[in-house]
């Protein structure tokens, strides 16, 4: 058996940490947008200006990958784990708004920094060597229950797979 390598995408989980300063852009907007319709502020303010271009994996993909990877993949190379499809962040930003059922605006504050301008793994050889695909997108990962809890929405959605 050879060591093993796997890289994977940031992920969209039921555990993550919301810390305004610290944690992922993900939780980082849920939080903001939840607070700001629970407070009914005009605005919500996020980083940078909304063009990086992100790939997000849903967690029950990654772990599938993973078992698939452990199971089939027995060389030296490395494989990366992705959706392999990417959505910027201004794009993120609206539909976690739409999700959340927050009215007001988005300010992008160009003061502070986009971070990286491009996440998109090439999959294609997780999908060659052992069959690995993500079924679930990003808009039924951030509607899934119990996360759709922390959007603030009721009733929660089951996860819809991807044709």
Not at 23 to 37: C, G, N, T
Not at 38 to 55: A, H, R
Not at 112 to 118: D, E
Request: proline share 6%.
């Amino acid at each position: 058996m050879h060591g093993r390598m796997w890289q994977l995408e940031d992920d969209i989980s039921l555990h993550y940490n919301d810390d305004l300063v610290m944690s992922h852009v993900i939780p980082a907007m849920i939080r903001k947008f939840k607070e700001a319709k629970e407070q009914n502020l005009p605005t919500v303010i996020l980083w940078g200006d909304g063009s990086p271009m992100w790939e997000f994996l849903y967690v029950e993909d990654a772990a599938e990958g993973l078992v698939l990877a452990t199971e089939r993949f027995d060389k030296p190379e490395s494989v990366n784990l992705g959706s392999g499809a990417e959505i910027s962040i201004k794009d993120l930003a609206d539909l976690i708004k739409r999700l959340t059922g927050y009215q007001g605006a988005i300010i992008w504050d160009t003061t502070k920094p986009n971070g990286q301008p491009r996440r998109l793994l090439d999959v294609s050889r997780a999908e060659r060597e052992f069959g690995f695909q993500a079924r679930i997108n990003l808009t039924a990962g951030l509607s899934h229950s119990p996360l759709c809890v922390r959007l603030g929405r009721r009733p929660c959605v089951p996860v819809e797979l991807r044709c």
